[in-house]
DNA sequence: GTCTATACTACGATAGAC
DNA sequence: GTCTATCGTAGTATAGAC
């Protein structure tokens, strides 16, 4: 399929030069067509950039993410939330790992720093929904009510797993040569478990003896 | 001067465009000057991409950054340690949180996608300088050695704040409607130093009961 | 040192053949 | 539906005037 061929490389050229980086002869030629294809198909580059993250939207919102937040709707037990808070990061973690995640991801990172119609139809297409998914089971999980501070502590949750592919330049100079990598992997998501435990507990704490 | 007001443009017109979209007509044009000027002074388009990366380096590398950076090298005492490393994160989420940092770290998040010969530079000159200290001040402040463990931790820590700026647009998008920017940016930086300590606290439990 | 003029390449869009 | 051909625009680099 012809759309399709366009689409994938469309989302690692994008993601790799920018909207205005990419040229639609290269992705044309590397998809195997003819330039003229995506005039056809999208009605020119900006079309196809918004079919690319459209397309990215629905590969973020896959069958596991989408179980896994109508499920967090229906959590009401504190200690149940907890586990589903760190399943779901560490899952995330696993996901962002896997180099089968990079060409989206740097499309979403592109897409951070400049916002545009793209970022809102991804944030609506599956991020948004998991990042509520969060904020709802931190509630629950600190009997906390939905207010600011319950939001600000899941950017900080979600923080400890994006800068994996946010900053993984960073992250590898400061990682390279202190392990394997499987073994720092598998650190990383010990770490994120454990470091949820510890914001969550010292949520309840706070919660019980305000400043 | 020309050549500060071609850095100052270029890093401007790097950061939102990238090096292959960001055209050094428009770039010269914004400096007041002609294009040539970028021949003559840097070579062409590369070099004054590189000459960009190294300004920014420079001024990362502030008077207060190296000055926390030394202090932080003579510090042995745990309590201490821990103060520094709260106030090294929450220096820097103000710096992240400050508009005039937006045009360098939309470079430095540009670069981190597909590092190039800028990055190493800007790592060598004061990023990594910061991450090493402050894997130094977690070993002192948790008593433990420097391995990989330390290493990980201090991903973490980092990454909370560096979401800020990495992924705004989906910070803005999970906190808009619930609260003053200022009253934001004010429980975040609170919420970062409650979390170090639940984190560092959790790490020395860790020590002294191993799975 | 700085600017003008020019050479050459590549871009996106479109029209029209098949 | 898909391709070829072509147009106008914009890119970098270079040579040479001042």
Redesign the pocket.
């Known amino acids: 399929?012809?759309?399709a061929r366009l689409l994938d490389v469309a989302i690692r050229e994008f993601g790799a030069k920018g909207l205005?980086g990419?040229?639609?002869?290269?992705?044309?030629a590397a998809a195997?067509?003819?330039?003229?294809?995506?005039?056809?198909?999208y009605?020119?580059?900006?079309g196809?950039y918004l079919a690319a993250a459209e397309h990215i939207a629905g590969m973020m919102a896959d069958e596991r993410m989408v179980a896994a937040v109508e499920a967090a709707a229906r959590i009401e037990d504190p200690v149940e939330a907890r586990d589903a808070i760190k399943a779901m990061l560490v899952r995330f973690a696993d996901k962002l790992v896997d180099p089968a995640s990079d060409e989206w991801t740097l499309f979403i990172v592109r897409e951070q720093t400049r916002p545009t119609e793209a970022f809102a139809r991804i944030y609506q297409g599956g991020m948004g929904r998991m990042l509520e998914a969060l904020v709802r089971l931190v509630c629950v999980a600190t009997g906390r009510a939905d207010d600011a501070a319950s939001r600000v502590a899941v950017v900080t949750l979600a923080g400890q797993v994006l800068i994996l592919k946010a900053a993984r330049a960073m992250c590898r100079k400061l990682l390279d040569g202190h392990g394997e990598a499987d073994d720092l992997v598998a650190a990383l998501k010990g770490r994120i478990a454990a470091n949820v435990d510890a914001i969550l507990d010292r949520m309840i704490a706070e919660k019980r003896e305000p400043k």
């Not at 990419?22 to 044309?28: G, L, Q, W």
């Not at 195997?32 to 198909?41: E, V």
Request: hydrophobic fraction near 35%; charge should be negative; glycine fraction near 12%.
């Open positions: 399929m012809v759309q205005e990419a040229s639609t002869r290269e992705i044309a195997g067509t003819a330039m003229s294809s995506i005039t056809y198909h009605g020119g580059k900006d196809l």
